[in-house]
């Protein structure tokens, strides 16, 4: 089983959790674990200290190793690890336990998924620049930046990038040594070694590398002792010219609980931001995706206005996407008929659903309004000051790009203005962007939180 479809049973598994024990037990007890892996019914979590491992199995066991056989997954242990823990615990005589071969042989690498590679990863406004790092840093040569850092939300498309660049990188220089991993796996290894004692050769294989990528980074902080290893590790590869990819679902300023130092370290590289998905770019995909599946599929026809739907319709990630087009095709498949919008809207209705909960115009409003330290009745006066008009401004931006409401509409709802007003509006706030960086955190941030 790979980790990506580990990661989403765990997070089925955590919803179910969160219902049935509470929001209150479930962020004391459940929320500070994070999920490993499994292996031979073994079920492997990394907790913060061993108190909570054993609150946890004492308390929730039981319903955990229920809840892997309802996804199919079958688990008759629970293993906990504290880092800290296994760090102080002194050297015992003969330990039993062997370290598992993996450690002290093949470097740690997890497996490339064969379909991220760059000739599928489909190219748009929002992600150009991304793919320019990444393809630059394939390309190999003088190192130009180090760390290349790529952030950005959900199913955006960071994991496919690097991917891709491993698989490049093994295409053109098979000599080069290139490991890539999840830093919870890194982490993973880095505990094992220190209960296995096998510090060195953890060492020595994570600096003999000629790139290290290392995704989710947004996992390791509040880890101390891993976090202080990876700075090691990372500052060994600079030093000696190596390349550094790492992703994580934000910004380096924006991770709580990761230490300064590392913070700055990551900032002297390139940090470049995946942005939200546009209209052009999720068709663009939707149409490379659908091409792939009519080959596995040929006897399924598809009506290309499925495709604009599926686009306009479903704006949260690439993966939700994705995922609806292949649905969309095995159900076709299986009941022998082609796929027109009246059946896409049949099959997908659960996932429509889900798609509409739109942000509105008064949310965006407040949100602006507390954002710039502002009344919501400021956005709608007529005042042109210029601390008034351009929140209002990114007010009006936002809500042309976040919910599905005509110009008309807009302006009606901004104090009755002109639907020409608005169109202004959405203009200035995109040309800002590019050139008053304030004016794009703003946007970015206001984003997020409505998004959230
Ligand atoms: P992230 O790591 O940012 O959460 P992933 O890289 O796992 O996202 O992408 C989620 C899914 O969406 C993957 O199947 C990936 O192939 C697909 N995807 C994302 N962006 C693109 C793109 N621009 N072109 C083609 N596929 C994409
Ligand atoms: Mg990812």
Excluded: C
Aim: net charge neutral; glycine share 6%; aromatic share 8%.
């Amino acid at each position: 089983m790979n980790a990506i479809y580990q990661n989403d049973t765990w997070g089925r598994i955590r919803t179910e959790l969160r219902n049935s024990i509470g929001v209150d037990a479930f962020n004391n007890w459940i929320e500070p674990i994070s999920f490993l892996g499994v292996e031979t019914n073994l079920a492997s979590f990394s907790v913060p200290n061993s108190f909570i491992g054993n609150w946890v199995s004492r308390n929730y066991g039981d319903a955990i190793i229920h809840l892997f056989g309802t996804e199919g997954v079958v688990i008759s242990r629970l293993g906990f690890v504290a880092p800290e823990q296994t760090a102080a615990r002194k050297p015992k005589p003969a330990p039993q336990q062997q370290a598992p071969k993996t450690t002290a042989t093949a470097l740690p690498a997890s497996p490339l998924d064969s379909r991220f590679t760059f000739e599928q990863f489909v190219v748009g406004t929002p992600n150009e620049l991304a793919h320019a790092a990444a393809r630059r840093v394939a390309e190999g040569g003088d190192v130009t930046f180090n760390p290349l850092f790529l952030y950005g939300g959900v199913g955006l498309g960071k994991t496919h990038l690097m991917h891709a660049i491993a698989h490049e990188i093994r295409a053109t220089r098979p000599e080069a040594r290139v490991l890539y991993l999840s830093a919870e796996q890194f982490m993973f290894r880095f505990v094992q070694a220190l209960r296995f004692k096998d510090m060195h050769s953890f060492k020595e294989q994570f600096r003999s590398v000629d790139m290290l990528m290392v995704d989710d980074l947004q996992f390791i902080a509040g880890k101390n002792s891993t976090q202080d290893e990876f700075f090691h590790t990372f500052n060994a590869l600079i030093e000696q010219g190596k390349q550094i990819v790492i992703s994580a679902d934000r910004s380096p300023g924006e991770i709580e609980g990761l230490e300064e130092r590392i913070r700055s370290r990551l900032q002297w590289g390139l940090v470049v931001d995946l942005h939200p998905t546009n209209y052009e770019l999720r068709l663009g995909i939707l149409h490379a995706k659908a091409e792939a599946q009519s080959k596995r599929y040929p006897d399924v026809g598809l009506d290309v206005k499925v495709l604009e739907f599926l686009a306009h319709r479903i704006s949260s990630n690439v993966r939700v996407l994705e995922g609806a087009l292949t649905r969309l095709f095995a159900f076709a498949d299986l009941v022998g008929r082609d796929i027109t919008l009246d059946m896409a809207q049949d099959t997908l209705a659960d996932l429509l659903r889900q798609s509409d909960r739109k942000v509105t115009i008064e949310e965006i409003q407040r949100k602006v309004a507390e954002h710039y330290n502002l009344r919501i009745s400021d956005l709608l006066s007529p005042r042109r000051a210029r601390a008034v008009a351009r929140p209002r401004q990114v007010a009006m931006f936002l809500s042309k790009s976040l919910t599905s409401k005509s110009l008309p509409e807009i302006g009606r709802k901004f104090g009755g203005r002109d639907h020409t007003t608005v169109i202004h509006a959405v203009k200035r706030v995109e040309e800002m962007r590019q050139t008053d960086s304030q004016i794009a955190d703003d946007v970015e941030i206001l984003r997020r939180t409505l998004e959230a």
